[in-house]
């Protein structure tokens, strides 16, 4: 099993910065790839980006591209979500999750198998 416990979330005007936790715990050798999702009220579940958890490529929702980076500290067992240029529409409870599968679709949150509790960002105009 693996544990996730995001954090760094609150409240920032539009066009300020956050930078998001999430540190793991438990099995983490068997961490392949970590993703980070958001949840608005009222809507769905929404990728934002996923990196294998040994390094490589990263791939970023096209609403967040050039706004958000996602990095990782291995000796930590943390990733972090850098967020810049912030806007109201980022609103939402930012998840961080973890799979220890490959080939899957790692833009749904169905191919993950472990979530964290969720930090709340709040973007004021």
């Known amino acids: 099993q693996v544990q996730l416990v995001e954090s760094g979330g609150g409240l920032v005007q539009a066009g300020g910065s956050l930078r998001l936790s999430c540190a793991a715990s438990?099995?983490?050798?068997?961490?392949?790839?970590m993703g980070w999702f958001r949840q608005a009220p009222g809507k769905e579940r929404e990728f934002v980006t996923y990196a294998w958890w040994i390094g490589g490529a990263t791939y970023y929702a096209d609403s967040v591209k050039g706004r958000f980076t996602f990095s990782r500290d291995n000796a930590k067992n943390t990733a972090y979500l850098q967020m810049n240029s912030l806007k109201p529409e980022d609103t939402a409870v930012y998840y961080c999750?973890?799979?220890?599968?490959?080939?899957?679709?790692?833009?749904?949150?169905?191919?993950?198998?472990?979530w964290g509790q969720g930090t709340q960002v709040t973007v004021s105009p």
């Open positions: 438990g099995r983490t050798v068997s961490v392949y790839v």
């Open positions: 999750a973890t799979t220890q599968y490959g080939n899957r679709l790692y833009t749904r949150g169905s191919a993950y198998e472990y």
